[in-house]
C-alpha cells in the first residue's frame, strides 16, 4: 500500500517561511505527478503546486513564493514556502499518482497568523 506522509508544516507570522516534506513509501519515480493542495475551511481543495515529469507548475496566487523540490534519494516531495501570508493559511495535502489510483497524505496544517 503506497503512503505519503507530510511533515513540516505549524504556525508562522506573515513574511516567515516553512518547508514541507512529502514521503513517500516507494520511489518518486513510479508516480506520474506529485503536487501539493491544500484546503482552507470552507473552501473547496486546490492544486497549490505539481510537478510531472520535469514540469512543474504553480498556482497563481503562490508563484515566486513558493518553490518545489524533490530529493530522489529519500522518495521526498518539498515545498519550500517563503513571504507566507495569512491566506496562505490551511490543511496542505501531498498527492502521487499512477495509472492506476491517486494517492493521498493525512495533511499538515499551516497557519500563518501574527
Known amino acids: 500500500q503506497v503512503q505519503l506522509v507530510e511533515s513540516g508544516g505549524g504556525l508562522v507570522q506573515p513574511g516567515g517561511s516553512l518547508r514541507l516534506s512529502c514521503a513517500a513509501s516507494r520511489s518518486i519515480f513510479t508516480f506520474n505527478g506529485m503536487g501539493w493542495y491544500r484546503q482552507a475551511p470552507g473552501k473547496e481543495r486546490e492544486l497549490v503546486a505539481g510537478?510531472?515529469?520535469?514540469?512543474?507548475n504553480y498556482a497563481e496566487s503562490v508563484k515566486a513564493r513558493f518553490t518545489l523540490s524533490t530529493d530522489s534519494g529519500k522518495n521526498t516531495l518539498y515545498l519550500q514556502m517563503n513571504s507566507l501570508k495569512p491566506e496562505d493559511t490551511a490543511l496542505y495535502y501531498c498527492?502521487?499518482?499512477?495509472?492506476?489510483?491517486?494517492?493521498w497524505g493525512q495533511g499538515t496544517q499551516v497557519t500563518v497568523s501574527s
Open positions: 498527492k502521487g499518482n499512477d495509472l492506476w489510483n491517486d494517492y
Open positions: 510537478i510531472s515529469g520535469s514540469t512543474t
